[in-house]
C-alpha cells in the first residue's frame, strides 16, 4: 500500500466515525563513518521510516504509530482507543494549511553524491591533520557524516505538505602532551560538502587542546568574559529557548513572563528565529503542525518582543500561532543572535583583560532557565593586554542568565551554526563571577 493510498484509507475511515485526522510520514536517512585511533570503529548506512496518525474531536486528541503502510483500519482503532482515554481539558487543534509558506531550498543532494571512498578520504585526511602534529599523542575519534530527512503531513481540514532537507557535518577529538591529558574537540556543519572544512575542524580541535596545556585556575573575583560562539549557542540553547516557550510562561516557568515589551537585554543585542539560514540543517517551511513558519525578532534592541506559539498556547491567548510547534514542545527553527562588525581577534583586543570562556560543563544540570541562574564547570584562556596568554581550568562561571544579556557590551561577526538550531557569534560580556582556587 502506497502513503497516498494508506493516508486516504484513514482519512475516510476516521471520517465515518467523526473524527478529523492528521498524518505524518517520516523518512530519515543517516551515512556516518567513525574512526577510533585512526581505526574503523563504526560505520552506519542506515534507512527508517515512520507513520504517525492523531485523530481529533471536541478538542482532545489521541494518537498512535507505525513503520508500516499496513492496516490502516488497526491504526485508527489504536489512536482512537487512545484518545478515549486522555483525561485533559486542554483544547487542541489541527492546522488547515492556508496562509503563506517561505519558499526554501533544503535539499541539494550534493552529500549523497560523495563515494564512499571520497568520505574515508576526507575522514582520513582529519585523522592526518591531527595526528602529525608533535603536541598531540591521541585521536581518539573522527567522524563524518551526512542525512537526509523527509517529512509529509496532511489532515482531512485540508492540510498537505511535505519538506525534504539534508546535509553534512564533521567532528573531531584529540589529546595533547602535558601533566595531566589535554583534549580539544571541534565540529562543523552545512548542506554542501565544499563547505565542511575538514583541515580547519581538525586544526581547531588541534587549537583547542595546545590551548590547554599548562593551564591553571585563576583567583575569585568579577571578570569580563569573552563567551566563545560556540559556547554561547550552547548556552542560549540551554537557557533562552525554554524561556521563550509561551507553554511554559503559561505554566509559570519562565522569567519573561509579562515581560513582553520590557527591556531584558543590551541596547545592541538583537536575537531572531529565522526559518531559513544558509548552512543550517534545522530549516523548515512549516511547523510540527503544519504552520507555516516566518522570521520573527524575539529580542530587538534589547526588548523581549514575543512568545514563541504553537496553537494550542496561541489560542489560550487569542493569539495566531508563530510557527514553533516542535517534536519538544515549543521551539525555534533558527534563533539568530544577529552579528556585529568585530572579528573574534578583534573582540579579544577589545576585552584587554579577562578570560575566553571556551567550554562550558553540565549545562542541563547547573543551569536553570525557570530562575535563569546557573552555575557550571569551566575551561578557557586568560588574556592579558589583548593576547591570550594562557590556558584556564577548574572555574566555575554563575550568576544569571538575563544579566549576562544585559551586560552584553560587543557582539563578533564569528557566526557559529550549533545542531539544536542555535547560531550565534562570540559576544563580550562586562562582568560575571568565576571562582577559581588560585
Partial sequence: MTYNEFKDKVFKLAKEKGFEAQITYSKNYEFSIRLANGNMDEYKDANNSSISLKVLKNGKIGSASTTIFDAPERLLEEAITNYEIIDSEEENFFYDGKGEYPDIKSYYGEFEKLSVKEKMGKLNKMHEIASKDESIMMVPMTVLGHQVTEVSMANTLGLEKTYKGDGGYAYISVVAKDKSPRSGFWYGLTTKPENLNVEEISQKAVEEAKAKIGAKSVKSGKYRVIFRKDEFASLISTMLIPMISAENAQKNMSPLKEKVGEKIGSDILKIKDVPYYEGSLSNAAF??????????????????????????????????????????????????????????????????????ITSLEGLHSGANPISGEFSLGAQGLKVENGEIVGGVEQITVSGNFLNILKNIEAIGNDMWISFGGAISPSVIVSEIDIAGNE
Fill in 287 to 356: 511547523d510540527n503542525e503544519g504552520v507555516p513558519t516566518k522570521e520573527k525578532n524575539i529580542i530587538e534592541n534589547g526588548k523581549f518582543k514575543t512568545f514563541l506559539y504553537n496553537l494550542k498556547t496561541a489560542k489560550k491567548e487569542g493569539k495566531e500561532s508563530t510557527g514553533n510547534a516542535s517534536g519538544r514542545g515549543i521551539a525555534p527553527i533558527n534563533l539568530l543572535v544577529e552579528p556585529g562588525e568585530l572579528n573574534f581577534n578583534e573582540l579579544i583586543k577589545k576585552l584587554d583583560n579577562g578570560i575566553i
